[in-house]
């Protein structure tokens, strides 16, 4: 019992000093990777840096704690992270104070689903993700999360569009003219130094190395170049005017949104006291909406003054008392000597600092992290907040279980050991709940850093306390060793780590599995980059097509003509060219009997009466039929009512237990009567035959010619 409850107590059975020095080895080289990957995941996730540390802290502990996997590595991942941010950009600014904590609050939402989907013994609900459907979305989410890390590669900053691809437009169209150099270098060398040490040996933390070589020199070539400057320090009096005029617009938007909460306020106010349909409530409506479209049309003309103010290159010329001095690159005076620098000014979604410009005249880098671990507490709930990110925190929490749970099974097909769907979702569920009290955003486990610690000689989950330990101690002493680290390189790492999950050969085998299927997966992976950021409506539409394909065929299962096999078995006579009986019709209904597609099994058996000109009996092979509903036996029984009064007779064979319980309870046994069923295809033959063919001129009947009767058996393929 307190196994079960605490499944970390199994670890030590049988533990050792050599078990120990493995798991030891293996959490320290998982860290070595985790760190580096973490704060670029976060950054994905639309989060300062140091919250990837976050994630890293707790949450790989308390899953090995609780799960049931051994290898299991869980943390920061790069499909949850782009859902994160997916489902918190509509409700506030990444990176905000208020992002942040709605990315903590989803963290908890969503551990809470996993933990009662794992106490409930629900883990079969991840089924509803089809593997189809999964390879179509994961492949999109690994080229959406590759292309948006476009802008910090080329070191460019342009406004999100309403689509990721018109956002990747407006990234190129940038890049054609405002590329920065000396970034777009940083994380080219980042990408020639992973990618040729993990050809030389993927043991190696190729990922650490390149962030180590990659800092020092961002450190000694003063890579960030960071200043701030007054307004009067511009000596643009047209880029001056156009700062004013975006100050002007922020504040606009932030007074207009100040006004439309007011009036949301007063509309649920007037909704509970008057009602939805009240005169006041309809008139605060319209206000709303009227604030709503004036707001869009201020975001529209700040975004085209950001645009324009980012597109400025300036030179800093530094005057007689030292001052800068910041000139267009066109304007600067002949004589005058800039620094050599190419200058631009930080422009954000908040209003700028006229007494103190952000000018940047170097690459971006990471920058301070707070040192120390992040102060326990437990988030504010905010019920309608929580509300609008259920639906999202339910599609995150079964597309990471499925990805955990996936890397799960394959680590224990290697090791041998027992794996627990609901125990692993249980670890999951504590991970990100207990995680999200040290500040994590949700997690989930990691292909790449499980194969390490496969790899790396992990005996048990310990390993992964070890990872954590190592996460604590850099948030605790090495923190400002970080500080240079390029974003450039961040995003190569992420786009390094998604190559991964690219897989075309996934579409391929799908299709040759069944074309519906590829086709279901092809089609959620065009759905999910059309609407990207919107992630949720691209696999939202390959579930609806996978439970469309599921009810239709079970509305419309396989109704097989059997006839004789040289082989001695029955077997569908379309599908293998076989000839027919003509008084005796054999089919096998493949599949339960129920509401959906009762009525398919009496157009199929109508169509033979039809068809069949000699035809005198109907046999049903029923060993296809697992269960039957009500509908299912109501339907049986009005076949068998019809078949009759029409003049023909009806058999059952390989009836199974389950659905013979079903018929003598409702007494269609009796209706049927019990010398019409039979145990075996060959004895309802031997039986039915002779009366069938009386006065008949069919020459030579397959049911009994082509093979001896006592040998007939039911193939079961078609």
């Known amino acids: 019992m307190l196994r079960r409850i605490f499944p970390f107590l199994g670890w030590f059975r049988g533990y050792n000093l050599a078990g120990f020095r493995l798991d030891a080895m293996a ?13 670029a995941y976060a950054q994905l996730a639309g989060l300062p840096a140091y919250y990837g540390l976050y994630a890293a802290f707790l949450p790989p502990m308390v899953a090995a704690l609780f799960g049931s996997s051994m290898q299991l590595a869980t943390g920061p ?37 996993q933990l009662l989907l794992g106490v409930l013994r629900l883990g079969l609900v991840v089924n509803f993700l089809s593997h189809p459907v999964v390879n179509g979305f994961t492949n999109a989410a690994a080229i959406i999360i590759a292309s948006s890390q476009l802008s910090k590669m080329f070191g460019v900053y342009v406004d999100k569009a309403e689509h990721h691809y018109e956002t990747i437009w407006r990234v190129f169209e940038a890049a054609f003219h405002y590329t920065h150099w000396p970034t777009l270098a940083m994380g080219a060398g980042a990408f020639i130094i992973m990618y040729g040490l993990k050809r030389l040996n ?13 800092t020092v020199i961002s450190w000694a070539v003063g ?40 009036i949301n306020r007063k509309v649920r106010q007037v909704a509970e006291n008057k009602g939805d349909k009240s005169l006041e409530g309809l008139k605060y409506q319209q206000e709303a909406t009227l604030d709503t479209a004036m707001i869009e049309k201020e975001k529209s003309l700040a975004h085209l003054l ?24 066109d304007e600067a005076p002949p004589e005058a000597r800039d620094d050599g620098r190419a200058w631009r000014i930080k422009v954000g979604n908040t209003e700028l600092d006229a007494a103190a410009l952000k000018m940047a005249g170097g690459g971006a880098v990471v920058a301070d992290i707070p040192p120390g671990l992040p102060t326990l507490s ?22 990471g279980f499925m990805e955990a749970i996936s890397i799960a099974k394959a680590m224990a097909g290697k090791t041998g050991q027992r794996l627990d769907p609901n125990q692993e979702l249980i670890g999951q569920g504590l991970a990100n709940i207990i995680g999200c009290l040290g500040k994590s955003y949700p ?45 450039a390189v961040l995003a190569a790492v992420i786009m390094m780590a998604v190559v991964g999950l690219i897989n075309v050969s996934g579409f391929v085998h799908a299709w040759k599995a069944q074309w519906y299927d590829g086709a279901i997966s092809i089609i959620t992976f065009v759905a999910t980059l059309a609407f990207a950021p919107h ?46 009986c003509e008084h005796v019709a054999v089919i096998r209904f493949d599949g339960p009997l129920f509401f959906a597609n009762a009525s398919f099994l009496e157009d199929q058996i109508n169509e033979r009466i039809s068809h069949m000109p000699h035809l005198k009996h109907i046999l049903v092979v029923a060993n296809g039929i697992n269960d039957i509903d009500a509908s299912g036996e109501d339907a049986l029984s009005l076949i068998v009512d019809r078949v009759r009064s029409a003049g023909y007779d009806i058999s059952f064979s390989h009836v199974k237990e389950r659905v013979l319980e079903v018929m003598k309870r409702t007494h269609l046994l009796a209706k049927i009567g019990e010398d019409h069923v039979y145990p075996l295809a060959a004895s309802a033959i031997a039986a039915i035959h002779e009366k069938a063919h009386a006065g008949s001129h069919e020459e030579a009947c397959p049911l009994v010619t082509v093979c001896p009767l006592d040998r007939v058996h039911v193939g079961e393929g078609d």
């Open 27 to 39: 959490g320290i080289t998982v860290a070595l990777v985790l760190i580096p990957q973490s704060m």
């Open 77 to 113: 991942v790069a499909v949850v992270s782009l859902m994160t941010a997916a489902s918190l950009e509509p409700l506030a600014t990444a990176g905000s104070e208020a992002f942040i904590a709605y990315a903590v609050l989803l963290a908890l939402i969503v551990g809470i689903f």
């Open 202 to 214: 993927p043991k190696i933390p190729y990922v650490l190395a390149a962030v180590a070589v990659t």
């Open 223 to 262: 890579f960030q170049h960071d200043a701030k400057a007054p307004l009067s320090a511009i000596a643009s009096p047209a880029v001056r005017e156009e700062i004013k005029a975006f100050n002007r617009e922020m504040r606009r938007i932030s007074q207009l949104g100040e006004e439309r909460a007011e």
């Open 306 to 329: 950001r645009e324009s103010l980012r597109s400025h290159l300036f030179v800093n010329v530094p005057r007689a008392d030292g001052a800068m001095m910041f000139y267009l690159k």
């Open 378 to 399: 437990v988030p504010k709930l905010d019920w309608s907040v929580g509300l609008q990110l259920f639906p999202y925190a339910v599609i995150i929490s079964l597309l």
């Open 443 to 487: 997690v989930s486990g990691s292909f790449s850093r499980s194969a390490v610690n496969l790899q790396a000689g992990a005996r048990t989950g310990l390993s992964s306390v070890v990872t954590s330990l190592m996460v604590v101690i850099v948030l605790l002493f090495f923190t400002p060793l970080l500080y240079h680290l390029p974003q």
């Open 535 to 580: 992630l949720d409506k691209g696999i939202m539409i390959g579930v609806v097509l996978s439970l469309g394909v599921f009810l239709y065929q079970s509305m419309r299962p396989k109704v097989a003509s059997l006839a004789m096999h040289p082989d001695c078995s029955l077997r569908d006579a379309e599908h293998f060219g076989l000839r027919q």
